[in-house]
């Protein structure tokens, strides 16, 4: 158990430190500094730094899943409207504060043969995925107001949640993401007459 507790310590860092600095600025090294913790130690846990990037990835979608993606739980409300502001909920509160983890990394990583690539890639696929799904739902539910191609809807509506939260990085103005909700009000045939034209509660 205290040897669980150290690993996910351990990741909790370096997940937060791959979304400010980058994943491939993430070492064994550095992140023993930052827990401190002895290089040795740290490889108790992760025999290299590819190891150590897959179980940061892997971490990070855990987090995400956690805090955005629907799955049967009581009290999640599974409405594609509910994941979205959950997803824009995510990004305002900062919960990892470099901005969109996987947009970061996959680019960071693109081009670049191996399995990091690879789960970075599939990490990416799966946050589409699981749009494009909800859109399926809340077209047969009569969520929507008319039938959307759940394809193009759900890349349309990924790009308007990393654009935004990019925006948001920089700026650091919560506007932004209100701005993002008319976006998708928009797209989705919601009225305009609200900067709050999807949910928008903000937490």
Known sequence: MRAERTRAAILGAAVHLGSLRGLGELSIGGLASTVEMSKSGLFAHFGSKEELQLATVTQAWHIFEE?????????????????????????????????CFFVIAAVEFAGLDGPVNDALARALEDQIAAIEAAVRVANESGELPAGKD??????????ILVNANSVFVVR???????DARVAIGELLGRPQGSREALVAPHA
């Open 172 to 178: 650091g103005d919560r506007g932004v993401l209100d």
């Open 67 to 99: 805090e955005v993606v629907p799955f049967p739980r009581e009290g999640i409300d599974p409405s594609l409207e509910a994941l979205l502001e959950r997803w824009l909920s995510f990004f305002e509160r900062k919960v990892l504060p470099g901005g």
């Open 150 to 159: 759940p394809s193009g809807t759900a890349f349309a509506l990924h790009s």
